[in-house]
């Protein structure tokens, strides 16, 4: 079964992709529009943030793997 999200870590910023409706609709409903900074492929996260977001979809039932 595939990710619900993946993360790609590129340095200073991290990636946080959905790879579903449903994870796109979580992430439009739970984030704040200005904390939504698309990029090509997701949303720009700070690495100090993305442990905090992981867990967060974890404990709401999606599963996100590097990528």
């Known amino acids: 079964m595939a990710a619900d999200f993946t993360v790609a870590n590129h340095g200073s910023i991290m990636i946080l992709t ?8 979580f992430i439009h409903e739970r984030l704040p529009d200005d904390a ?7 949303i ?6 993305i442990g905090n977001i992981v867990n967060d979809l974890q404990e709401n039932g999606f599963g996100v793997e590097e990528g």
């Open 18 to 25: 959905p790879q579903n409706d449903s994870a796109k609709d």
């Open 36 to 42: 939504q900074t698309w990029g090509r492929d997701g």
């Open 44 to 49: 720009v996260v700070e690495p100090r943030y």
